[in-house]
């Protein structure tokens, strides 16, 4: 697959895509989630390249030490490189034990509970983005979005944006590469952080995202039958609100 020629040309494109998008609604700031991975490193990247204000959020929860120090590395890269961008941390660890003691035996889920993870770190950048006259950036990527769902609904998947939603996994890494986002970012094993148990995308998936692009791009490959049980199970989260209609 080589969908892609020219990366200096792509940054500009989506920069370009971004700030005219700001400039036609009259947003002030990017606000954008930064975990550690490296959907989240390009996509805070290229809302700094754009030069508007940007807000880049690191919001443990929980964290893996080794997922929190890549965040944090990358904050600082960006504070240092970056004369627009502010990065805040905040640590909601408490906010989401103090959730779950107020919801008490109604709390008793590990999914939903991971969910709620994604749902806190949501209403933190919307909080930002909303003093700010801001908009919430979005990190999913197109297997991510498009081909099997692999997002929390009103959470990370909640977002105004969405620049590398048409992006694979591996074009992503790529442009992270031409970026100049580090290293240890682009080789980390992806993982939504979500879990106690360090599980990664690929743990919960079944298989590799090389082998769900393959699906998605040729409709065949071993990935093909994960593609569509995850793409049917999660319509829900990918369709339009169901509405009825007089």
Known sequence: MNRIEDYHLLKNRIVNWIKDYADTNNLQALVVGVSGGIDSAVVSTLCAETKLPTFALGMPIHQDHNQESLSDNHLAWLDKKYDNVKTLKFDLTR????????????????????????????VTLYQIAGKYNGIVVGTGNKVEDYGVGFYTKYGDGGVDIAPIA?????????????????????????TDGLWDDKRTDEDQLGVSYALLEEAMESGTGPGVDTLYRFNKANQHKMQPIPTFKL
Do not use: C, Q, W
């Open 95 to 122: 906010t989401f034990e103090t959730f779950k003691k107020t919801l008490n035996e109604y709390s008793h889920d590990e999914l939903a509970l991971a969910n709620t993870r994604s749902r806190l770190r949501m």
């Open 166 to 190: 048409d992006l694979y996994k591996t074009e992503v890494r790529e442009l992270g590469g031409y970026l100049g986002v580090a290293s240890d970012i682009i080789d980390a094993t992806p």
